[in-house]
């Protein structure tokens, strides 16, 4: 699926919307498109906490519970994270921002960087759907690759093609599903406001099959930047 955009082509692009929506599915789908690095908080922080290293000890305790991990810890991590190479072509952040203090703070890194955002894609979904998607969810313990018991099993059993072993994430539970949806709305929606000032918010469905939201995800970031194969 690779198609790397011509090295002036960056495309900077936020996938905002509530757990389950499909972010993580389609952020990796992008950046392959787009050869540009799916840079996830989430995937970061459990990546930590499988190493054991203090910052995972700090941000395990919040995961588990579905809330935020403190703003200025996120922020710092992702500040590092954007000025690594590989993000001076672009990006697909998925998880970040989820507070506006966040969303400032990332204005002032990329602004820093003479990196602009190109836009902000919101996934709308409804709620149920989300807990009947997080439930059934399985992560790869060695390469993070995401499943569904029912909608996309792994090839065998619990394995995943990989080799690895395909199990619940801790916060996938419904009760604490349900809170991670409370905190969506109370400290992340409000960036749907914040992006539409600067004319940067988009909507995408992200209802129906996992292709066809990466079709529709595609369509509209091809209006900002084309997939260099994609130009006649
Ligand atoms: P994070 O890992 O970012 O979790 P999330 O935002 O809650 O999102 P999810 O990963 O649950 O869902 P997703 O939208 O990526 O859906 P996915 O593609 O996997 O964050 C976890 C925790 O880390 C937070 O609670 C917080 O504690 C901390 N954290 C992270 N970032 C932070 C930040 N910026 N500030 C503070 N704290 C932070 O899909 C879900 C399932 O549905 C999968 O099983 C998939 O196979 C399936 N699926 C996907 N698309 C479809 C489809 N079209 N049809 C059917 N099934 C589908």
């Not at 540009?36 to 203090?54: C, K, L, M, Q, Y």
């Not at 992702?78 to 990006?91: I, K, S, W």
């Not at 009947?132 to 690759?145: E, S």
């Not at 400290?187 to 918010?201: A, C, D, K």
Request: charged content about 30%.
């Amino acid at each position: 699926m690779t198609q790397r955009v011509a090295a002036d082509e960056a495309l900077r692009v936020i996938l905002l919307g509530p757990p389950g929506a499909g972010k993580g599915t389609q952020a990796r789908r992008v950046a392959d498109v787009y050869g540009i690095p799916h840079i996830a908080t989430g995937d970061i922080f459990r990546s930590h906490v499988r190493n054991g290293t203090e910052l995972g000890q700090k941000a395990e305790e919040y995961m588990s519970a579905g809330e935020l991990v403190p703003d200025e810890v996120v922020i710092a991590m992702v500040r590092d994270r954007l000025q690594e190479e590989d993000a001076a072509t672009g990006f697909v952040l998925d998880g970040f921002p989820r507070t506006v203090p966040q969303a400032q703070a990332l204005e002032g890194i990329l602004a820093d960087l003479g990196q602009p955002l190109d836009c902000v894609l919101r996934f709308s979904i409804d709620e149920e759907e989300v807990v009947r998607r997080i439930t059934g969810r399985r992560a790869c313990q060695d390469c993070g690759r995401n499943y569904h018991v029912d909608f996309d099993p792994p090839p065998q059993g619990d394995t995943c093609s990989c080799g690895g072993k395909a199990v619940q994430r801790k916060d996938d539970t419904e009760d604490v599903v349900r809170n991670r949806l409370d905190v969506y709305h109370r400290q992340t929606e409000p960036l749907e406001f914040f992006y539409w000032q600067r004319g940067l918010l988009r909507d995408v469905d992200a209802v129906g099959s996992v292709e066809d939201v990466t079709k529709r995800a595609l369509g509209v970031l091809a209006e900002y930047v084309a997939p260099s194969e994609a130009r006649p």
